[in-house]
């Protein structure tokens, strides 16, 4: 297994993994975000970095890492935010997120950061113990609200 940068020849199986983590959400949408990576990177939440893990030639991996000005129970700003990390579910359990999870962090390390975070819906609670399992502490949980305005 490699981990690595994801590249342009990447941006078909990246696009498919990140349809398979945000099922409900509009393919064109999540496609435009992938061509947007490679071309401008202007969106505050546009990955600032994209890690993929490749197994038997095929990428079963990956993982966005942004840049927050802000974050919830950090002290440095910006602060590396892992924004998506999914791993195939045939490749699951085998060590492939972690290592996601670690290349984001010596990329991190490399680049100053003292600290790096990551969220999770509070039902997950298979990211909650992967996140526990690799080192991340719990700061806070939350829940937000919305209200849709007329007018």
């Not at 990246?14 to 947007?36: I, K």
């Not at 942004?66 to 935010?81: K, N």
């Not at 290349?103 to 819906?121: F, R």
Request: aromatic share 8%; hydrophobic share 45%; net charge negative.
């Amino acid at each position: 297994m490699n981990v690595r940068l994801a590249t342009k020849a990447d941006a078909d199986a990246w696009l498919a993994m990140r349809v398979a983590l945000w099922p409900d959400a509009d393919p064109d949408a999540l496609r435009g975000d992938v061509t947007a990576f490679f071309t401008a990177r202007s969106e505050p939440l546009m990955p600032h970095q994209v890690f993929v893990a490749e197994a038997d030639g095929k990428l079963v991996g990956m993982l966005e890492l942004s840049l927050r000005p802000y974050v919830d129970g950090c002290d440095s700003s910006p602060v590396p935010f892992i924004e998506a990390w999914y791993v195939t579910p045939d490749k699951r359990q085998q060590g492939i997120g972690g290592a996601l999870v670690k290349a984001a962090e010596q990329w991190a390390i490399e680049h100053s950061h003292t600290e790096i975070a990551s969220d999770s819906l509070l039902e997950n609670k298979v990211s909650e113990r992967a996140h526990g399992a690799l080192g991340f502490e719990e700061v806070e949980r939350a829940i937000r609200f919305r209200k849709a305005l007329k007018g």
